[in-house]
């Protein structure tokens, strides 16, 4: 009868620290494994808008604006401007490209000026951003939005 208990503690003093040893090693590479954890990264990158003008286009500049922050052409003539990561920069195909930072806004209001400097088309555009790479807490790149504006 004294086989039982002995093989019963066999197992309690090998298998039981074993198991226990391996939870541990789990739980331990799980921590520090962990890519959640800890700062994100600065981003690198500049999400994009292209702002394509149809109809009667003689646009001299273009401004952007997400709230109260706006993005003017050169030269700086719209209200209100304040220094912005943005650029808004004039292609050579006529659409306007609009470089906005890792954080893009929801929605831009644009302007379009005439050689007088008079608005000759407004628009405000809800953006949809689509994310192509990082994750949601620390923010990645986002698929290139096109906005037509029509000039009448």
């Known amino acids: 009868m004294p086989v039982a208990p002995f093989s019963r503690r066999r197992v309690e003093i090998v ?13 331990i590479s799980a921590i520090v494994l962990d890519r959640d954890a800890g700062p994100c990264p600065a981003p690198n990158w500049n999400n994009q ?20 922050d706006c993005v003017p052409a050169p030269p700086t003539f719209a209200k209100n401007s304040t220094e912005s990561s943005g650029l808004l920069t004039h292609q050579e195909d006529g659409s306007w490209l609009f470089n906005v930072a890792a954080n893009p806004p929801k929605s ?45």
Not at 15 to 23: D, E, S
Not at 54 to 67: I, Q, R, S
């Open 108 to 152: 831009v209001s644009f302007r379009v000026y005439d050689r007088n400097w008079n608005i000759v088309a407004a628009q405000s555009t809800a953006l949809n951003w689509t994310r192509v790479s990082g994750n949601e807490r620390c923010g990645g790149r986002m698929s290139p939005i096109n906005v037509v504006l029509d000039v009448p």
């Open 15 to 27: 298998l039981v620290p074993i198991v226990a040893a391996f939870c541990m090693a789990f739980i």
């Open 49 to 68: 808008l292209t702002l394509s003008l149809t109809g009667k286009v003689e646009a001299t500049a273009v401004t952007a604006c997400a709230g109260a």
